[in-house]
């Protein structure tokens, strides 16, 4: 019964690769505009990157740009996050977000996961 389930979490070497997954289980979701956030211990969330309903569009936070890619997978219920040269400011719990109004930007999040925690060791 949670709408969104995150997976993919664990520990890497800064320096390495590592996909999370993001599976919506009704498909109302993903006509909208899904995507990532994350949060630091102690600090707010932040923007990591959005995909368009579509999946022709996507958007990314200044501090992942470059490094980490979104996609929609098939089924389009289920996004992934590629995140790549990992570094140890990475470190936080990332979160799946399906937007509650628009079909091509994270305006109005409105269902969340419940997070999966990325670990990066330098």
């Known amino acids: 019964q949670v709408p969104l389930v995150e997976s993919g979490g664990g520990p890497v070497q800064a320096g390495g690769s590592r996909r999370l997954s993001c599976v919506a289980s009704?498909?109302?979701?993903?006509?909208?505009?899904m995507g990532w956030f994350r949060q630091v211990p102690g600090k707010e969330l932040e923007f990591v990157a959005g995909i368009s309903a579509s999946g022709s569009r996507t958007v990314y936070g200044d501090s992942v740009k470059g490094r980490f890619t979104i996609s929609r997978g098939n089924p389009k219920t289920t996004i992934y996050l590629q995140m790549s040269s990992l570094k140890v400011d990475d470190t936080a719990v990332y979160y799946c977000v399906v937007d509650s109004v628009s079909t091509e930007t994270l305006s109005v999040p409105g269902t969340w996961g419940q997070g999966t925690q990325v670990t990066v060791s330098s």
């Open positions: 009704e498909r109302t979701l993903s006509d909208y505009a």
